[in-house]
């Protein structure tokens, strides 16, 4: 097994070095044996790959304590068995006290030395598959997962960092689409209750007469069709983070009720005569602004009080443009993978135009329209002419302006058309076809309004003549 763990068996005496060193290679695992502790300590400087040690805790010069002690001190991340030919209870607690994971007394039950040994390193597999978890958990969640380098993204990571260990209630705004439950999500991860549920709701999808329900739970028979006691959001994300999504949607009355909740940190079901206390974090978040509605008197101003704490505000793309390559980068290389495709890359005059776009839907329609380009695209290079048309006649083209009334008047559809098909025919360098593919249209269609527009420009350069 090329991946099988190593074992090292340190031990003076020869019969008992070599019988445990037999008993388990038969387990599949690599051992290498000592008589020397020392020797074992300039091994391990040198192979970082030994999971577990056996060593013997009586030898002349370094014994079983002392190579404990410098295990621990050089910071091996290693497990130590220490045997001792004594049995006796204190020498079992010595060396527990010392940082040993487990001890054997002499004679070795060799049965019990592997059942010791694999229980050790199935234990340290697990925590391997946990840390590994939790890496990608932190990688789709945590902060990483949120991709920008621009100023305004710089200042939304340096204010998550400094929320994110707390416990006060977060109100995140932003448009739709500018990943507000990713935010949400990334302060959970980043916070003390990492290890708990994080939970979402979105009061918009849910409708008013069920969301009471599902934020507080019920009783059996409290309505009809209560045939059970639900439990809500509140309960279920004890210890944890409950994320409202939409929170500008809730009724009036289910305002009041979230607003005691809040000052009460209780809840009590629907149909319940109880109390349940709650130790929660709340993270809301809105794309409507609720100061508006509070003026509209829509919303409760003490609530919005209670919510925004905290205000966490997501720009959206269109003020964050230099983010759109990596944004476009990130995306492109994910769903290559998820996918099955080849890796693909934008050339430079389609990320002026996804730079150049007001992309109202945000980073959510990004993703989406690079998604779809992964899916059809064949190619290593999407160029400007493989972007949906709509994006391609929203944005300026490079190296241009964007197309503006003539002074004093509005122009015409049929100036706005020429100026694009000029501009496009300038920007492949005379290329038709390229030209055709990038505005959509067939290249007869293209040939046939440049030989009209030949034709215009024939008596201005006979009179000039």
């Not at 977060?170 to 439950?181: A, W």
């Amino acid at each position: 097994m090329s991946d099988a763990p190593t074992i090292l068996v340190i031990d003076d005496e020869t019969g008992s070095r070599e019988s445990m060193a037999l008993a388990l290679e038969k387990t599949g695992v690599g051992v290498r044996t000592f008589d020397d502790a020392r020797l074992a300590l300039e091994y391990l400087e040198t192979q970082p790959g030994v999971t577990l040690v056996i060593c013997d805790l009586r030898m002349p010069g370094m014994d079983g304590l002392g190579f404990l002690e410098e295990v621990r001190k050089r910071e091996f991340d290693l497990d130590v068995i220490l045997v001792t030919g004594f049995g006796t209870i204190e020498s079992a607690v010595e060396a527990m006290q010392v940082g040993a994971d487990d001890y054997l007394t002499k004679p070795i039950d060799l049965y019990e030395l592997r059942k010791r040994v694999m229980n050790l390193l199935e234990n340290r597999m697990l925590k391997e598959e946990v840390t590994s978890l939790r890496q990608m958990l932190d990688k789709k969640f945590g902060f990483e997962s949120i991709v920008g380098s621009s100023e305004p993204m710089e200042r939304l990571f340096d204010q998550m960092n400094l929320v994110a260990p707390t416990r006060s209630t977060v109100l995140v705004s932003g448009e739709s689409g500018t990943g507000k439950e990713l935010v949400a999500n990334a302060l959970h991860h980043a916070s003390p209750r990492r290890d708990e549920r994080f939970l979402a709701l979105n009061c918009g999808a849910i409708p008013p007469d069920i969301l009471e329900s599902e934020l507080f739970g019920h009783e059996k028979g409290s309505f009809t069709g209560a045939i059970g006691r639900k439990i809500g959001k509140f309960e279920l994300a004890h210890r944890g983070t409950l994320f409202l999504d939409e929170i500008s949607e809730l009724y009036p009355e289910l305002q009041v009720k979230l607003l005691r909740v809040l000052e009460e940190r209780s809840i009590m079901r629907v149909g319940g005569a109880e109390t349940i206390d709650v130790d929660y974090r709340l993270i809301a978040a809105t794309n409507r602004n609720l100061d508006e509605l509070v003026a509209a008197g829509q919303f409760r101003e003490d609530l919005l009080y209670r919510l925004k704490v905290v205000s966490l505000r997501i720009p959206p793309l269109r003020e964050r443009q230099e983010d759109i390559p990596l944004l476009a980068e990130h995306f492109l290389a994910r769903f290559c993978e998820e996918h099955g495709r080849e890796p693909k890359r934008l050339g430079s005059t389609a990320i002026e135009i996804l730079k150049a776009s007001a992309w109202p839907g945000n980073v959510r329609e990004l993703k989406n329209m690079l998604e779809s380009l992964v899916i059809f695209h064949q190619g290593e290079v999407i160029e400007r002419g493989d972007l949906p048309v709509e994006l391609r006649m929203t944005s300026s083209l490079p190296g241009s302006s964007r197309i503006q009334p003539a002074s004093g008047g509005v122009r015409t559809m049929d100036e706005i058309e020429r100026q694009a098909i000029l501009e496009t025919l300038e920007v492949y360098d005379g290329h038709r076809a390229n030209t055709a593919k990038a505005l959509g249209i067939g290249l007869r269609t293209l040939q046939r309004k440049l030989k009209e527009y030949r034709r215009e420009s024939e008596p201005a350069e006979a009179e000039a003549d």
